[in-house]
């Protein structure tokens, strides 16, 4: 019937013999093979072709204190893990609407981690969208915002603060869109803590001790005191750092040693 009707390279259903519901050229082979679109076609290299999964930050309201969450994904979404920076989600009614809503997903925000979860208590899955679609609206206090909202990708802890599974419990592979608005951070390239997404230079930038480099070694030439950069030469006599020749002969010449004296 319509929508699962696929050509398979020998002329249009219904056209040259070949019977609406079939797709092979010999009319005796149904549709059978499910897409990621749902789309029932003949084998798997009909299928329409899948695009990167992805989310962004989109249509901020820093006078209401709102985001939306935008997902577009090639696969079942069973649940999803997702943390932010820049701003702190409200725990009560820090999320609505969207394709999570719709799908019943059980929704919570804020915590320590400052991120929303999302996954539903009857296995319901968000559906794959193939194109970019809400999936929930974030509430933040626009209090404590810090001007700017980012994914964060990694929790306390050193684990991903980004994860949306699909229906068999495996992680999707994402692209994760870019932050809204300047972070804060070192804008200067020379300095050790230089951060190359920082738009605005908040007065953290951490440089070197004079002789030395970021990683605490030294830059320079060490004298033969073995000091970074420093001043110590051997003298005459060959000492470091020495007074050079101090030994006066009978003729009130000075050297090294008595020996030396003419």
Do not use: H, K
Not at 3 to 10: E, F, L, M, S, T
Not at 148 to 176: K, M, W
């Amino acid at each position: 019937g319509d929508g699962i009707i696929q050509d398979c390279g020998c002329g249009t259903p219904g056209e040259y013999g070949i019977p609406d519901g079939y797709c092979d050229c010999d009319s005796s082979t149904t549709p059978e093979f499910a897409c990621w679109d749902y789309s029932l076609v003949c084998s798997e290299e009909d299928c329409p072709e899948a695009g990167d999964n992805t989310i962004t930050i989109e249509n901020v309201d820093e006078a209401l204190g709102t985001f939306d969450i935008v997902m577009e994904n090639y696969a079942p979404v069973a649940g999803f893990q997702i943390a932010f920076s820049g701003v702190d989600l409200l725990e009560e009614d820090g999320a609505s609407g969207g394709s999570a809503e719709e799908a019943g997903f059980e929704i919570t925000t804020g915590g320590p981690e400052n991120q929303i979860l999302g996954f539903s208590l009857t296995g319901a899955t968000i559906p794959p969208s193939g194109t970019p679609l809400l999936l929930t609206t974030i509430s933040y206090d626009i209090s404590t915002s810090l001007g700017y909202i980012c994914f964060n990708e990694f929790l306390s802890d050193g684990t991903d603060g980004i994860t949306i599974g699909d229906d068999n419990a495996v992680a999707l592979d994402l692209v994760i869109g870019e932050c809204y608005g300047d972070i804060p951070g070192c804008t200067d390239p020379i300095a050790c803590n230089y951060d190359s997404e920082a738009g605005v230079d908040d007065g953290s930038c951490e440089y070197p001790e004079e002789n030395y480099d970021c990683d605490g070694n030294c830059a320079v030439e060490e004298d033969c005191l073995g000091e970074c950069g420093g001043s110590a030469v051997v003298d005459e006599c060959g000492a470091c750092d020495g007074p050079g020749a101090t030994v006066e002969c009978w003729d009130a010449s000075l050297v090294c040693d008595v020996s030396d004296c003419p």
